[in-house]
C-alpha cells in the first residue's frame, strides 16, 4: 500500500506484538478546559516489567500534542532527553520506574474529528477507542497497559455546570474567576481507550438499580435539557440490560455510579467508557411522538451492548487491536441475546442474519474481506467492521450451539473469572470454554480459532439420498473454504441443526438411535456424511436451523421444496429463510431474462413464492404479524447484489419490483383486512405484540401503494393526520415519497415544519428523501445538500443524507452516467478533510465495484484516480486503496 507521496503505509502485523517493558501502577490527569484551548498535566507513576531487559525505553504516544513541560521523578527533561518521531515518544532513562510529569496544550474546538476531546455546541467530549487518547496526552496508549485513574477537572462554572469522568466522584469546589472543579477516581484498572471525559451544561434523569448483592446503583442520562423527556427508554432498557446480566451471565456491576450522556456530534453509535458511556443522541433519545419502533429498539439494543462490555471489554479487555473481536463479538451475541428475550426472538434473529448475509457476507466476498483476527492493519479505526462485530458474533453464537447453554456460560464464567482485569486474546477465551467444559483444550483452540484465522465465507453442499426400502436417508456434506481463505484453508467446526419436513409437517427421526423432530451435527471435515432412519417419507431437509452457522449453503431445493419448507417448517426462521430463497431465486431468474433481453420475461410468469405466500399469509398474519411482515419483504438489491457474479442494478430492481408485485396481487383483500384493524392509531406501547402489530401495517400499506395508490394515499394522509406517534408518521410518509404518491411534496413540508427543531427526526426526514428509490433522487440529494439544515459536521446529518443515497439507494447511486458516484466523491473529499472516520466509512459503498459493468466500473475507477491523487486521510486512503 502506498500514500500520495509513494512511501509505503506503515503495516502493523499481530505477529510483531510485544509486552509492553514498562507497566503503569496509577494515572493522574489534571484538565484545565480554557476558552481556546485546554491544558492536560499527567502524572504517570511507571515500573519497568519484570519480563523486560535492563536496557529498556520507556515508549509513549502522543499526537497533535503542545508539549509544555516534562519531568521525570521531579527533574524536568528537556527535548535532547527523549526521542520524538511520528507518534512515538521514547525516553531511555526510565530505569527501574518511577514518574512521569508532562504538561501539554490541545485544541478541542478544533478537533472536527471527533476522536481524542472535542467541543462541538459548547460540550465537552472525549472519544478515546481505539487511538484517541494520545490526542489528550502522552501515554502508553495501548489496551494491554492498565492502571487506575484519578481526573481532575476545571472549567468555568457557568458554562460547564456538569464535570464527569469514569469512576466514582471523591470531591468538588469552587475556585477562582467563576471556576469549578471535580475529582473522580476510577479504581478499576483500565487500558485509556476507556477513559472519558464530559463538561457541559447538561441535565440530568437520575434512577437507581439493586444488584444482586444488594448494592445501589446510582443510574444517571445525562443530556441537553430540551431531550429530558426522552430518556426514560433507555433508563428502563439499562435497568433490564444491568438485571439480564446478573441472570444470563452472573455479571454484576461493580461501581456506585453508571452515567450515559447523549451527544449530538459522534461518530459511531456509542462507547463503553468505564462507568461513562458516551452515546450518540440516535442511540439514546427516544419518544413515541419523535421516535419510530426501529428507533426504539435500536435504543434498547445500543444501551445493552455497551453496558454489557463492563464485563465483555472493560473488566476482560484486549490485549491488542488484532483481539477486538474479543469483546465486540462477544458483545454482539450478547445483545443480540437479550434483544431476542425482550421482543421476538425470530424477528430478532431474522434481522441479524439479513443484516449480516447481506453486508458481511459481502465485505467477507469482496477487496476488503479480512479475517476475523486478522494478521496485520494499517489504519485500526477501519478495523471497526462487520467481519468483526457480527461475524464474531456468529462465532460465539456456534460456540453457544456446540456447548449448549448451560456448557457456554461455564466457560463464560470461566473466562471472565481468569482474566478479571487482565487484557486477553482470544485463545484465553476459547481455552475457557474448553476447560470448563473438560474438552481437550488443545485440540478445541486450535479447531476453532480457523473461523477467527479464515477471511471469506465458508460454502456447504448438501446431498441427500433416501433410501424407500429400508427408510433411511443419507445425508452428505461438503465444506469448501473461499478463495478469499489463505493458501492451505482448514476445515472448520460447523454446527448443523437440522429438521425433516415431510408433506403433511415436521418428521421425527432417528440418528444414531435418538429419535427426534431435530438434530444437530457438527460438520469437522471436508466431507462428511451421517445416516437417518425411520424416514418414513421423502423429506425436505430443514437445513441450518436459525442459522446455526454464517455460511452460503449449496443444495438442489426444488421450489416446490422451498414452497413446502415456507408452508410447514415448524421452524419459523426456516419458513421465512425458505421465502427469501425462493424470492431470490425468482428475482435473479427474471433479471437474466431482461439483461438477455428475452421477450417473454414481459409476460407475467408463474410464482411459486406467490403461490406459497399465498396460501399461508392470511393466516400468518393473524397468528405471526411480526413474521407476516417479514414474509413480504423481499431481499434488498444490496443483499442480491451479492448473489450474483455480474450486478446490473437496473435489472435487478425491475425484476425485484416484478415478483413483489406477483406475490401482493392475491393479498389484495388481506392487506385490506390487515390496514383495517388500524393498529396503526392506537397510543404507543412498547411491546412484541404491538410492533408486531404497526410493522405488519406499515408492510400492508406500502404493498397497497403498488396495487391501489389512491386508496393507499388517502390512508397515508389519514394516518399522517391522526398518527398518535412517529412509528404511524414516519410509514405514512416514507409510502407518499417512496411511491410518488399525491400530496408527497406536501407532506414533507409539512413534516418539516412539524419537526425542524427535532435534529434526529429530521435526520429521518433527510434520509426518506435520499432514498427515494428514483432516478431524480440524486437531484433531490443536491438540493439537500445545499439545505440551510444541512450541517456537514453533523455525522448523523452527513449520514441521513449521504450515507443513505450511496448505502441504501441503488437506483440513483449507480446511475448510469456516473453521476451518482461522482456526487459521493466529491463530497467525500470534503468530509474526509475534516472528519476521516465518517469518509473512510462512507466510502466503503465503492466496495461493490468490481462486480458492476464495464461502464460503471471506469466511472467509479476515474472517482477513486481523482481522490486518491488528492489529499485523504490515511484512513480513506487505506478504504480506497
Ligand atoms: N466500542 C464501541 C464502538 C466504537 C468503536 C470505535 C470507535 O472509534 C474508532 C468508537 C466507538 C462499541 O462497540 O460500542
Ligand atoms: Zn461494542
Redesign the pocket.
Given at each position: 500500500m502506498k500514500t500520495e507521496t509513494g512511501v509505503a503505509a506503515k503495516i502493523i502485523y499481530l505477529k510483531d506484538y510485544q509486552a509492553p517493558h514498562y507497566t503503569l501502577e496509577h494515572t493522574e490527569l489534571h484538565f484545565e478546559l480554557l476558552g481556546d484551548y485546554t491544558e492536560v498535566s499527567a502524572e504517570l507513576r511507571f515500573k519497568r516489567a519484570l519480563t523486560a531487559p535492563k536496557e529498556a525505553v520507556l515508549t509513549l504516544l502522543g499526537a497533535d500534542l503542545e508539549l509544555l513541560s516534562v519531568a521525570w521523578s521531579g527533574q524536568l527533561l528537556s527535548a535532547n532527553d527523549w526521542q520524538w518521531q511520528d507518534e512515538k515518544w521514547q525516553f531511555a532513562g526510565a530505569g527501574e520506574g518511577g514518574v512521569l510529569s508532562t504538561k501539554v496544550r490541545i485544541y478541542p474546538d478544533q478537533n472536527l474529528a471527533l476522536?481524542g476531546l472535542y467541543r462541538s455546541h459548547g460540550l465537552y467530549c472525549t472519544?478515546c477507542?481505539?487511538e484517541?487518547f494520545r490526542k489528550i496526552t502522552l501515554y502508553p496508549d495501548r489496551p494491554d497497559v492498565l492502571s487506575t485513574f484519578r481526573t481532575t477537572i476545571v472549567a468555568d462554572k457557568a458554562s460547564c455546570p456538569v464535570l464527569l469522568s469514569n469512576g466514582n466522584c471523591v470531591a468538588t469546589g469552587d475556585s477562582e474567576n467563576g471556576r469549578h472543579w471535580a475529582t473522580w477516581e476510577d479504581p478499576h484498572p483500565k487500558p485509556s481507550y476507556l477513559f472519558a471525559l464530559v463538561a457541559g451544561d447538561l441535565a440530568v434523569l437520575r434512577d437507581s438499580f439493586t444488584t444482586v448483592s444488594g448494592r445501589e446503583v446510582a443510574l444517571e442520562i445525562y443530556t441537553a435539557e430540551v431531550d429530558q423527556d426522552k430518556c426514560d427508554h433507555a433508563m428502563r432498557s439499562l435497568q433490564a440490560a444491568m438485571r439480564w446480566d446478573e441472570e444470563r451471565y452472573g455479571c454484576e456491576y461493580d461501581l456506585d455510579r453508571y452515567m450515559i450522556v447523549a451527544v449530538s456530534h459522534f461518530?459511531?453509535?456509542?462507547?463503553?467508557n468505564k462507568g461513562l458511556n458516551v452515546f450518540n443522541t440516535s442511540c439514546v433519545l427516544a419518544h413515541p411522538a419523535t421516535t419510530t419502533d426501529a428507533g426504539f429498539q435500536r435504543v434498547e439494543a445500543?444501551v445493552a451492548?455497551?453496558y454489557f462490555?463492563n464485563w465483555s471489554?472493560n473488566r476482560v479487555t484486549c490485549r491488542d487491536w488484532f483481539q477486538l473481536c474479543l469483546?465486540?463479538g462477544f458483545?454482539v451475541f450478547r445483545d443480540q441475546q437479550f434483544s431476542a428475550d425482550q421482543l421476538s426472538a425470530v424477528v430478532q434473529r431474522l434481522e441479524d442474519v439479513a443484516f449480516l448475509q447481506t453486508h458481511q457476507f459481502a465485505e467477507d466476498a469482496g477487496p476488503l474481506a479480512h479475517a476475523v483476527r486478522p494478521e496485520s492493519f494499517v489504519e485500526?479505526?477501519n478495523f471497526?467492521t462487520l467481519t468483526i462485530?457480527e461475524k464474531g458474533a456468529e462465532i460465539a453464537r456456534m460456540l453457544h450451539t456446540f456447548l449448549g447453554a448451560d456448557g457456554f456460560r461455564r466457560g463464560s464464567d470461566h473466562y471472565f473469572k481468569t482474566y478479571d482485569g487482565q487484557a486477553a486474546i482470544v485463545e484465553d477465551f476459547l481455552n475457557s470454554m474448553a476447560v470448563a467444559n473438560g474438552l481437550d483444550a488443545g485440540a478445541f483452540v486450535s479447531q476453532w480459532l480457523r473461523w477467527y484465522r479464515q477471511p471469506g465465507t465458508p460454502v456447504v453442499s448438501v446431498n441427500s439420498v433416501w433410501q424407500k426400502d429400508i427408510q433411511r436417508l443419507t445425508l452428505t456434506l461438503t465444506q469448501t473454504q473461499s478463495s478469499k481463505s489463505s493458501s492451505t484453508p482448514e476445515s472448520l467446526p460447523i454446527p448443523v441443526r437440522l429438521g425433516f419436513i415431510g408433506k403433511e409437517g415436521e418428521l421425527s427421526t432417528s440418528l444414531n438411535g435418538v429419535t427426534a423432530n431435530e438434530h444437530l451435527l457438527v460438520l469437522e471435515q471436508a466431507e462428511q456424511s451421517w445416516q437417518f432412519d425411520d424416514v418414513s417419507q421423502v423429506p425436505v431437509l430443514s437445513l441450518f436451523r436459525d442459522f446455526s452457522a454464517p455460511v452460503r449453503v449449496k443444495a438442489e431445493f426444488g421450489d416446490a421444496d422451498l414452497a413446502q419448507l415456507i408452508r410447514l417448517d415448524s421452524n419459523s426462521f426456516n419458513r421465512w429463510s425458505a421465502s427469501y430463497a425462493l424470492a431470490t431465486r425468482e428475482i435473479l431468474a427474471l433479471a437474466e431474462q431482461y439483461r438477455s433481453g428475452d421477450l417473454r420475461a414481459h409476460q407475467p410468469q408463474e410464482s411459486a413464492l406467490a403461490a406459497a405466500i399465498a396460501e399461508v399469509w392470511s393466516e400468518l398474519a393473524a397468528s405471526d404479524p411480526a413474521l407476516a411482515a417479514k414474509m413480504l419483504q423481499l431481499p434488498s438489491l444490496a443483499y442480491l447484489s451479492d448473489q450474483v457474479a455480474c450486478y446490473d442494478p437496473e435489472a435487478l430492481q425491475r425484476a425485484r419490483e416484478s415478483v413483489l408485485l406477483q406475490v401482493i396481487a392475491p393479498l389484495q383483500s388481506a392487506l385490506g383486512t390487515v390496514l383495517a384493524k388500524q393498529e396503526m392509531l392506537k397510543p404507543y406501547v412498547y411491546s412484541a405484540q404491538a410492533i408486531a402489530a404497526r410493522s405488519v401495517e406499515a408492510v400492508a400499506l406500502d404493498g397497497l401503494a403498488r396495487l391501489q395508490s389512491g386508496a393507499a394515499a388517502a390512508i397515508a394522509q389519514h394516518w399522517l393526520k391522526e398518527a398518535p406517534h412517529m412509528s404511524a408518521e414516519q410509514a405514512a410518509l416514507t409510502t407518499l415519497v417512496h411511491h410518488q404518491l399525491p400530496g408527497a411534496d406536501d407532506a414533507l413540508q409539512a413534516f418539516y415544519a412539524r419537526w425542524k427543531h427535532e435534529p434526529l427526526v429530521l435526520d429521518q426526514w433527510f434520509a426518506t428523501q435520499a432514498s427515494a428509490p428514483q432516478a431524480e433522487t440524486r437531484e433531490r440529494v443536491e438540493a439537500l445538500l445545499a439545505h440551510s439544515d444541512f450541517d456537514a459536521t453533523v455525522p448523523n446529518r452527513v449520514r441521513a443524507v449521504i450515507g443513505q443515497f450511496a448505502n441504501n439507494n441503488p437506483v440513483a447511486f449507480h446511475d448510469a452516467e456516473g453521476r451518482g458516484y461522482g456526487l459521493i466523491a466529491k463530497q467525500l473529499l470534503a468530509i474526509d478533510a475534516r472528519n476521516p472516520?465518517l469518509a473512510s466509512r462512507l466510502a466503503g459503498a465503492f466496495g461493490i465495484w468490481q462486480k458492476l459493468d464495464e461502464s460503471r466500473q471506469a466511472h467509479i475507477l476515474r472517482e477513486l484516480d481523482g481522490l486518491l491523487s488528492g489529499d485523504l486521510s490515511s484512513d480513506t486512503r487505506e478504504t480506497l486503496s
Amino acid at each position: 500500500m502506498k500514500t500520495e507521496t509513494g512511501v509505503a503505509a506503515k503495516i502493523i502485523y499481530l505477529k510483531d506484538y510485544q509486552a509492553p517493558h514498562y507497566t503503569l501502577e496509577h494515572t493522574e490527569l489534571h484538565f484545565e478546559l480554557l476558552g481556546d484551548y485546554t491544558e492536560v498535566s499527567a502524572e504517570l507513576r511507571f515500573k519497568r516489567a519484570l519480563t523486560a531487559p535492563k536496557e529498556a525505553v520507556l515508549t509513549l504516544l502522543g499526537a497533535d500534542l503542545e508539549l509544555l513541560s516534562v519531568a521525570w521523578s521531579g527533574q524536568l527533561l528537556s527535548a535532547n532527553d527523549w526521542q520524538w518521531q511520528d507518534e512515538k515518544w521514547q525516553f531511555a532513562g526510565a530505569g527501574e520506574g518511577g514518574v512521569l510529569s508532562t504538561k501539554v496544550r490541545i485544541y478541542p474546538d478544533q478537533n472536527l474529528a471527533l476522536e481524542g476531546l472535542y467541543r462541538s455546541h459548547g460540550l465537552y467530549c472525549t472519544q478515546c477507542e481505539a487511538e484517541g487518547f494520545r490526542k489528550i496526552t502522552l501515554y502508553p496508549d495501548r489496551p494491554d497497559v492498565l492502571s487506575t485513574f484519578r481526573t481532575t477537572i476545571v472549567a468555568d462554572k457557568a458554562s460547564c455546570p456538569v464535570l464527569l469522568s469514569n469512576g466514582n466522584c471523591v470531591a468538588t469546589g469552587d475556585s477562582e474567576n467563576g471556576r469549578h472543579w471535580a475529582t473522580w477516581e476510577d479504581p478499576h484498572p483500565k487500558p485509556s481507550y476507556l477513559f472519558a471525559l464530559v463538561a457541559g451544561d447538561l441535565a440530568v434523569l437520575r434512577d437507581s438499580f439493586t444488584t444482586v448483592s444488594g448494592r445501589e446503583v446510582a443510574l444517571e442520562i445525562y443530556t441537553a435539557e430540551v431531550d429530558q423527556d426522552k430518556c426514560d427508554h433507555a433508563m428502563r432498557s439499562l435497568q433490564a440490560a444491568m438485571r439480564w446480566d446478573e441472570e444470563r451471565y452472573g455479571c454484576e456491576y461493580d461501581l456506585d455510579r453508571y452515567m450515559i450522556v447523549a451527544v449530538s456530534h459522534f461518530n459511531m453509535g456509542a462507547m463503553e467508557n468505564k462507568g461513562l458511556n458516551v452515546f450518540n443522541t440516535s442511540c439514546v433519545l427516544a419518544h413515541p411522538a419523535t421516535t419510530t419502533d426501529a428507533g426504539f429498539q435500536r435504543v434498547e439494543a445500543v444501551v445493552a451492548h455497551e453496558y454489557f462490555h463492563n464485563w465483555s471489554g472493560n473488566r476482560v479487555t484486549c490485549r491488542d487491536w488484532f483481539q477486538l473481536c474479543l469483546k465486540e463479538g462477544f458483545t454482539v451475541f450478547r445483545d443480540q441475546q437479550f434483544s431476542a428475550d425482550q421482543l421476538s426472538a425470530v424477528v430478532q434473529r431474522l434481522e441479524d442474519v439479513a443484516f449480516l448475509q447481506t453486508h458481511q457476507f459481502a465485505e467477507d466476498a469482496g477487496p476488503l474481506a479480512h479475517a476475523v483476527r486478522p494478521e496485520s492493519f494499517v489504519e485500526i479505526n477501519n478495523f471497526y467492521t462487520l467481519t468483526i462485530y457480527e461475524k464474531g458474533a456468529e462465532i460465539a453464537r456456534m460456540l453457544h450451539t456446540f456447548l449448549g447453554a448451560d456448557g457456554f456460560r461455564r466457560g463464560s464464567d470461566h473466562y471472565f473469572k481468569t482474566y478479571d482485569g487482565q487484557a486477553a486474546i482470544v485463545e484465553d477465551f476459547l481455552n475457557s470454554m474448553a476447560v470448563a467444559n473438560g474438552l481437550d483444550a488443545g485440540a478445541f483452540v486450535s479447531q476453532w480459532l480457523r473461523w477467527y484465522r479464515q477471511p471469506g465465507t465458508p460454502v456447504v453442499s448438501v446431498n441427500s439420498v433416501w433410501q424407500k426400502d429400508i427408510q433411511r436417508l443419507t445425508l452428505t456434506l461438503t465444506q469448501t473454504q473461499s478463495s478469499k481463505s489463505s493458501s492451505t484453508p482448514e476445515s472448520l467446526p460447523i454446527p448443523v441443526r437440522l429438521g425433516f419436513i415431510g408433506k403433511e409437517g415436521e418428521l421425527s427421526t432417528s440418528l444414531n438411535g435418538v429419535t427426534a423432530n431435530e438434530h444437530l451435527l457438527v460438520l469437522e471435515q471436508a466431507e462428511q456424511s451421517w445416516q437417518f432412519d425411520d424416514v418414513s417419507q421423502v423429506p425436505v431437509l430443514s437445513l441450518f436451523r436459525d442459522f446455526s452457522a454464517p455460511v452460503r449453503v449449496k443444495a438442489e431445493f426444488g421450489d416446490a421444496d422451498l414452497a413446502q419448507l415456507i408452508r410447514l417448517d415448524s421452524n419459523s426462521f426456516n419458513r421465512w429463510s425458505a421465502s427469501y430463497a425462493l424470492a431470490t431465486r425468482e428475482i435473479l431468474a427474471l433479471a437474466e431474462q431482461y439483461r438477455s433481453g428475452d421477450l417473454r420475461a414481459h409476460q407475467p410468469q408463474e410464482s411459486a413464492l406467490a403461490a406459497a405466500i399465498a396460501e399461508v399469509w392470511s393466516e400468518l398474519a393473524a397468528s405471526d404479524p411480526a413474521l407476516a411482515a417479514k414474509m413480504l419483504q423481499l431481499p434488498s438489491l444490496a443483499y442480491l447484489s451479492d448473489q450474483v457474479a455480474c450486478y446490473d442494478p437496473e435489472a435487478l430492481q425491475r425484476a425485484r419490483e416484478s415478483v413483489l408485485l406477483q406475490v401482493i396481487a392475491p393479498l389484495q383483500s388481506a392487506l385490506g383486512t390487515v390496514l383495517a384493524k388500524q393498529e396503526m392509531l392506537k397510543p404507543y406501547v412498547y411491546s412484541a405484540q404491538a410492533i408486531a402489530a404497526r410493522s405488519v401495517e406499515a408492510v400492508a400499506l406500502d404493498g397497497l401503494a403498488r396495487l391501489q395508490s389512491g386508496a393507499a394515499a388517502a390512508i397515508a394522509q389519514h394516518w399522517l393526520k391522526e398518527a398518535p406517534h412517529m412509528s404511524a408518521e414516519q410509514a405514512a410518509l416514507t409510502t407518499l415519497v417512496h411511491h410518488q404518491l399525491p400530496g408527497a411534496d406536501d407532506a414533507l413540508q409539512a413534516f418539516y415544519a412539524r419537526w425542524k427543531h427535532e435534529p434526529l427526526v429530521l435526520d429521518q426526514w433527510f434520509a426518506t428523501q435520499a432514498s427515494a428509490p428514483q432516478a431524480e433522487t440524486r437531484e433531490r440529494v443536491e438540493a439537500l445538500l445545499a439545505h440551510s439544515d444541512f450541517d456537514a459536521t453533523v455525522p448523523n446529518r452527513v449520514r441521513a443524507v449521504i450515507g443513505q443515497f450511496a448505502n441504501n439507494n441503488p437506483v440513483a447511486f449507480h446511475d448510469a452516467e456516473g453521476r451518482g458516484y461522482g456526487l459521493i466523491a466529491k463530497q467525500l473529499l470534503a468530509i474526509d478533510a475534516r472528519n476521516p472516520q465518517l469518509a473512510s466509512r462512507l466510502a466503503g459503498a465503492f466496495g461493490i465495484w468490481q462486480k458492476l459493468d464495464e461502464s460503471r466500473q471506469a466511472h467509479i475507477l476515474r472517482e477513486l484516480d481523482g481522490l486518491l491523487s488528492g489529499d485523504l486521510s490515511s484512513d480513506t486512503r487505506e478504504t480506497l486503496s
